[in-house]
């Protein structure tokens, strides 16, 4: 079985706020992250789909410096123990924090 994912995977634990255009929100933590997604560990039994557009709001921590950034996303996959989502558009801060892990 071939690996379908275009975008290599980091085991990474951090904050996440899932906002829904309906007023949902959910708190987590990320298991893992790539330039395309991330999969956050959190409650699932709120009322949102597979396919729903939302906002996901982490708050990255690197060298000694904390920045909030927020990535348009869609989710792609939820269940018992988090949600898969795929970002659809990454901003420069974002983009910055992954770049910096693929050079170490």
């Given at each position: 079985?071939s690996?379908?994912?275009?975008?290599e995977?980091?085991?990474?634990?951090?904050?996440a706020?899932?906002?829904?255009?309906?007023?949902?929100?959910?708190?987590?933590?990320?298991?893992?992250?790539?330039?395309?997604?991330?999969?956050?560990?959190?409650?699932?039994?709120?009322?949102?789909?597979?396919?729903?557009?939302?906002?996901?709001?982490?708050?990255?921590?690197?060298?000694?410096?904390?920045?909030?950034?927020?990535?348009?996303?869609?989710?792609?996959?939820?269940?018992?123990?988090?949600?898969?989502?795929?970002?659809?558009?990454?901003?420069?801060?974002?983009?910055?924090?992954?770049?910096?892990?693929?050079?170490?």
């Open positions: 079985m690996e379908r994912r275009e975008h995977r980091h085991l990474i634990r951090m904050f706020i899932l906002k829904f255009a309906n007023g949902v929100t959910i708190e987590g933590q990320t298991r893992e992250m790539s330039m395309g997604g991330a999969f956050i560990e959190c409650e699932t039994d709120a009322e949102f789909h597979e396919g729903d557009t939302c906002t996901v709001s982490l708050r990255i921590e690197e060298t000694g410096e904390t920045v909030d950034t927020e990535i348009f996303s869609t989710v792609t996959r939820r269940g018992g123990q988090g949600i898969g989502c795929q970002f659809l558009k990454i901003n420069s801060t974002y983009y910055q924090f992954m770049g910096n892990l693929t050079d170490e």
